[in-house]
């Protein structure tokens, strides 16, 4: 009994292989799929799958410059539906971007509608845009009906599209490229069309050119928003040397209504009685120009920037951001290099010349080696184009030849056509014709059966002869070869002269001259405050140094509940150091803290302190100063301040504590202090010499006292010459001195005895 497809088992068809070999096999599989057929780009077209593509559906709807626009939803349908089966979105997104002439120097599509703009805003639905092909697509695209390149079947075998562009136009430097592969990512920017023909033309003539020599031609980045490169030329050569760098990029202060030049170079509008304001005219690459300005205008609100007043948005089609100082007095240069520092007026542009070879592998590139790769591809597009016309002026010139010899018989002709039955093989065999030629006679229309198109045949034979003569010639000579690529050239780069508008170099190339000395904390205005510090955590600052009282707490109100817990005097430009039980620093700006008219905001909002941590001491930091750190099992060190200040708001971690250990003292060392008093639970107090006291960055430290039973109440530092202070209790801010402490005096790591008389019950220092 024979069993049917449908009686198979499903599960004999599960092949049992090992997971991870499984996985890695499909993995490589997806991975190569990405960096070949969608993140990388071609060297020899510049162009990834997508936008060829879209460029090839463009050209078969005809939607080259000399005809009119087409709905961008036309073009997106015939690109999914034909040659890319992914999502709309991403289709209409790669349109849109090669339309958009802020992201491409040279676009490659002409949008009509809304198609984004600067500001970040983006483009309108494709079913309300239209688009056609540029110049510059349709130079790109010249010559994919002479046989140049392969055509390869799409994804459902019905259609062809081309495996590559094969015109003169560079894109791959002209227009850049940026994309993220599995393991691997490319970004290359956009470069001048004029300086890429020249350092090529070069490198044809002389191709062991030294790289040196390729820079003095191609100077670098020519950016679609323009705006300035300010590394140095060595930086600038070594990247393209190495295919890998990065580039400082700054917008373009210039003030086109200035007086004096020197003022519109600075972007210097003066007004009137010293007044002044500044003009951003160019923004830097792939920055949009709504997140700048609103990166300004917090940086005013936060007080970041007291130096600046107003920043204003006057732009029409040319970019004119005014930016008003708070006062004459101030420095335009500083002003400029805060919002250098500050903003995203300057980023940083990552060149990675990743890209795919003409065997489809992905390699990283020096700019010699990049363009001696496209020279030899253009010279095969060459090559290809000569033998593709050497075999159509063979396949004319085989007729030709047979319409001559129709011409010197034409009477024998028109006999046998009208007499015999068959008349193609009797003229065949009667004239020494081929069989395209016998057709082609017979095909013959009869207005053709002129003397005067007889001349013509004999003067198209001679011409298509000449022609495959040159061609013949081109094809066994390279120096013909490299001549024909010269002058093809050299006739693509007058449409983007310098003197062209679209040619012209947008962005400048110029090492920034030094800078002025910024600091960020200069930026605030100093003015004294009070933080004050409550039990469950709300922090706040008065202004002005506020009376703290016999408690150190001072006059506050608290919520219902909360109480005081520290209290110090500060300026609005030091930071705070907050130190939580757990061991944990974090660092706060007092500029930063909210005003003391309520009961402030809760310290959790502002540094992330885990739920089951306390915070144990409020300190104001001062350079260069030192803390002793003393945790509850008796071990501690010192600390430098400078090594204290946290960069996020997780803080970090100094006092390594295990189990319920805790920060049980966190004091400032004088300058003067040279030894330490530790007491502890058990009221035993030790004295020992500050030099034994490592200085640590992080750790749990050394053991300060033994303990049998409890553990460490306080510690602090002193000067044993002036004695060892406590506070009393009771009323009044009493202090006593005690001067002799001679026999509490040991090594560290002692067990002490019980302290002077009068010492507090409670084991604390104060």
């Not at 949008?111 to 483009?123: E, L, P, S, T, V």
């Not at 030894?675 to 009221?683: F, L, P, Q």
């Amino acid at each position: 009994m024979s069993v049917t497809e449908d009686d198979k088992d499903p599960f004999d068809a599960i092949v049992d292989a090992p997971f991870d070999s499984a996985l890695s096999e499909r993995y490589l599989v997806y991975a190569l799929s990405t960096i070949t057929a969608r993140s990388l780009p071609d060297l020899r077209d510049g162009l990834k799958p997508v936008h060829r593509r879209l460029l090839w559906t463009m050209r078969q709807l005809k939607l080259d410059p000399a005809n009119g626009f087409k709905k961008s939803a036309r073009v997106v349908g015939e690109v999914i539906g034909k040659y890319h089966p992914h999502g709309d979105t991403a289709a209409y997104d790669a349109m849109v971007r090669l339309a958009q002439d802020f992201s491409l120097r040279y676009p490659l599509v002409e949008g009509q509608g809304n198609f984004g703009n600067i500001d970040g805003d983006n483009a309108a639905a494709y079913r309300y845009t239209e688009a056609r092909l540029t110049k510059t697509a349709m130079q790109l695209m010249a010559g994919l009906d002479e046989g140049t390149v392969n055509f390869i079947p799409t994804y459902n075998g019905e259609e062809e599209e081309p495996e590559l562009m094969p015109g003169l136009f560079p894109n791959l430097l002209a227009n850049g490229a940026s994309g993220i592969a599995v393991g691997m990512a490319t970004n290359i920017p956009s470069h001048n069309v004029a300086e890429i023909i020249d350092a090529t033309l070069e490198l044809v003539d002389n191709p062991h050119v030294e790289h040196a020599r390729l820079m003095e031609l191609f100077h670098g980045p020519d950016l679609p928003t323009g705006g300035l490169i300010v590394d140095s030329p060595e930086v600038i050569s070594n990247a393209y040397e190495t295919g890998r760098g990065s580039f400082r990029i700054r917008g373009r202060f210039h003030a086109a209504e200035a007086e004096k030049a020197e003022d519109a170079q600075a972007g210097i509008e003066r007004l009137g009685g010293g007044q002044y304001q500044l003009v951003i005219s160019e923004i830097p690459f792939q920055v949009a120009k709504g997140k700048l300005i609103e990166q300004i205008a917090q940086l005013i609100a936060d007080r970041k920037l007291p130096i600046l007043e107003d920043v204003r948005d006057e732009s029409d089609e040319h970019i004119r951001i005014v930016l008003v100082p708070k006062n004459r007095n101030v420095d335009p240069e500083l002003l400029k290099e805060s919002l250098y520092k500050l903003t995203d007026l300057e980023t940083r542009f990552g060149l990675n010349l990743n890209v795919l070879d003409a065997t489809r592998t992905p390699m990283v590139m020096g700019l010699k080696e990049l363009l001696g790769n496209w020279v030899a591809s253009q010279i095969d597009i060459l090559q290809r184009r000569a033998q593709h016309r050497l075999d159509k002026i063979a396949a004319r010139l085989e007729l030709v030849e047979g319409y001559i010899i129709a011409f010197l018989n034409l009477d024998r002709v028109i006999e046998i056509i009208r007499t015999e039955d068959e008349p193609k093989p009797v003229m065949m065999a009667e004239f020494g014709l081929t069989d395209r030629q016998a057709e082609a006679i017979l095909n013959m229309r009869l207005r053709s059966l002129r003397k005067l198109e007889e001349m013509q045949l004999r003067q198209e034979r001679d011409d298509l002869l000449a022609e495959r003569d040159d061609l013949e010639k081109l094809l066994a000579s390279p120096a013909r070869q490299r001549t024909r690529l010269k002058r093809d050239l050299a006739a693509l780069r007058k449409d983007y002269a310098e003197d062209t508008a679209l040619g012209r170099r947008r962005t400048t190339i110029a090492e920034a001259a030094p800078t002025v000395e910024f600091n960020p904390d200069a930026m605030i205005e100093k003015e004294p405050v009070t933080v004050v510090l409550s039990a469950k955590g709300w922090i706040r600052a008065a202004k002005g140094h506020v009376a703290l009282g016999e408690d150190g707490c001072g006059d506050f109100k608290y919520k219902e509940g909360d109480g005081p817990a520290f209290a110090v005097h500060a300026q609005t430009t030091d930071k705070l150091l907050v130190v939580a039980d757990n061991g944990r620093f974090y660092t706060l700006g007092c500029d930063k803290l909210p005003g003391a008219r309520g009961f402030g905001e809760p310290i959790r909002t502002m540094v992330d302190i885990e739920s089951d941590a306390h915070i144990a001491a409020l300190i104001v930091h001062r350079p260069k100063g030192q803390l002793l750190l003393a945790a509850s099992n008796g071990k501690g060190f010192a600390a430098e301040t400078d090594e204290l200040l946290a960069e996020t708001r997780k803080g970090r971690q100094v006092v390594n504590l295990k189990g319920d250990t805790k920060l049980a003292a966190v004091r400032v060392i004088a300058p003067e202090h040279d030894h330490v008093a530790v007491v502890g639970d058990n009221r035993k107090l030790v004295v020992f010499s500050l030099e034994e006291m490592p200085v640590m960055a992080r750790g749990q430290g050394v053991t300060l006292q033994r303990y049998r039973d409890g553990g460490l109440s306080d510690a602090t530092t002193f000067t044993l010459a002036e004695g060892l202070s406590w506070q009393m209790g009771g009323k009044g801010d009493r202090t006593r001195t005690e001067t002799e402490i001679g026999m509490w005096k040991v090594a560290r790591g002692a067990a002490g005895r019980l302290p002077p008389q009068g010492f507090p019950r409670d084991n604390k220092f104060d």
